[in-house]
């Protein structure tokens, strides 16, 4: 009597023959038919298989085969490492034409994947004991699997936290976290001083916190990061060729009005009520020295100290020509172009002083033009430099 697999087979060939021979006789080309009838062939060969083995069956009067068949073996366990490693190879494919990043994470879950399939068929295999192989996997596998499922489960935690904090407003962002922080504290107190609360609850609820940080982050990441305003700096203003503006700008909001005493100042430059710029040449013993300049060594860093005693709002700039202007986007020199080569502090307030550090590599004697501070908006504020 055939097997009903066997039947099955069987049947299946027949109607790929007779699918052949229909299209065959009323389709134009080979095609069609040569597949059918391979089809028909190969589950021809499928049946003849099954109808060979009987299907694995054997005698109820044979005892041996009741613990030596196949089918008296214990069945391998369930393991979730297949569907990892396809999902692995189908972010590899999807990698190679995106993100490498999503490639990288693919190479990962592919690695993963086969690492852990190959313990786990090796541990089914070492023993008729189900319990004692379980033991064998854990032996090899856990102090691999759990410092990179914490540091996996860090890495997820630190994101979500990141793409919320970034998706939340600068006012809004703290308000959430010290709710979240109050809550987590009243969520603990209540675990810890009511003993009768299961760990089932427990483990409950940190699963539900997980999911709602997990969809949190996912969605900041969708929805992506607050506009953040982007705050200008006086080098910016330098590299624009526009420190002679006396009126403030971005980059001198919130400005600091004094300057630490452990600077190394070399000179102070002061602001008069009238709109003269004196200076001080710290450390110069010579009275004679002249007064209206400041006088440095080429190539070292040097401190000015800027001192505004006038009503308005002034800023120090030091004036040392002009140079070739250069394409912020590709870094390249603009040919024929050249736009002032400045450096500034932000602007003093009356009786603020503000910190202008600088260093300049070519000697006054081979400059195209006097090096010289000026405060813009002052006419006449002006104090030459002298580069050695």
């Not at 059918?36 to 109820?60: K, M, P």
């Not at 690492?115 to 008729?128: K, L, T």
């Not at 969809?215 to 305003?229: D, K, L, P, S, T």
């Not at 705050?231 to 400005?255: F, I, K, R, S, V």
Request: with cysteine; aromatic share 6%; hydrophobic share 50%.
């Amino acid at each position: 009597m055939l097997p009903t697999g066997s039947k099955l087979l069987l049947g299946g060939a027949l109607l790929a023959v007779i699918g052949a021979v229909v299209y065959g006789l009323t389709q134009e080309g080979s095609l069609g038919t040569v597949g059918l009838i391979s089809a028909a062939v190969a589950l021809t060969f499928l049946a003849g298989v099954d109808i060979f083995i009987r299907e694995g069956d054997v005698s109820a009067m044979d005892a041996a085969a009741l613990t030596d068949s196949a089918a008296a073996a214990t069945p391998p366990g369930q393991s979730v490492w297949p569907f990892i490693a396809g999902a692995g190879a189908v972010l590899v494919a999807v990698g190679l034409v995106t993100y490498e990043a999503i490639f990288i994470f693919g190479i990962l879950a592919l690695l993963a994947a086969g690492v852990d399939w190959m313990i786990q068929a090796y541990s089914e295999r070492a023993s008729a004991d189900v319990g004692f192989n379980r033991t064998i996997r854990g032996r090899i596998a856990h102090p691999l699997e759990f410092p990179i499922l914490a540091a996996v489960g860090v890495a997820i935690i630190v994101y979500s936290f990141s793409r919320i904090m970034l998706m939340l407003s600068k006012t809004s962002g703290p308000a959430v976290f010290g709710t979240i922080a109050a809550v987590l504290l009243v969520i603990g107190f209540v675990i810890a001083f009511v003993p009768s609360i299961k760990s089932g609850a427990v483990a409950i609820i940190a699963v539900i916190a997980s999911i709602g940080l997990v969809a949190g982050g996912a969605a900041g990441a969708i929805q992506g990061e607050r506009e953040m305003h982007h705050h200008e700096t006086t080098g910016q203003l330098a590299a624009e060729g526009e420190c002679d503006t006396p009126d403030e700008t971005p980059a001198d909001e919130n400005a600091s009005q004094a300057v630490a005493a452990k600077a190394n100042i070399a000179a102070e430059l002061t602001l008069t009520g009238d709109g003269t710029l004196e200076v001080e040449n710290l450390g110069v013993s010579d009275p004679d020295a002249p007064s209206d300049r400041v006088s440095i060594p080429r190539s070292n860093v040097t401190n000015v100290l800027f001192t505004n005693e006038s009503p308005e709002a002034r800023r120090l700039v030091l004036d040392l020509g002009t140079r070739p202007e250069v394409d912020p986007a590709t870094g390249d020199t603009v040919p024929d172009t050249e736009v002032p080569n400045q450096l500034c502090t932000q602007l003093a307030e009356e009786d603020g002083t503000q910190l202008l550090t600088f260093s300049i590599n070519t000697p006054s004697a081979y400059a195209k033009e006097p090096y010289r501070f000026v405060v813009p908006g002052v006419d006449g504020a002006e104090v030459l430099v002298m580069v050695s």
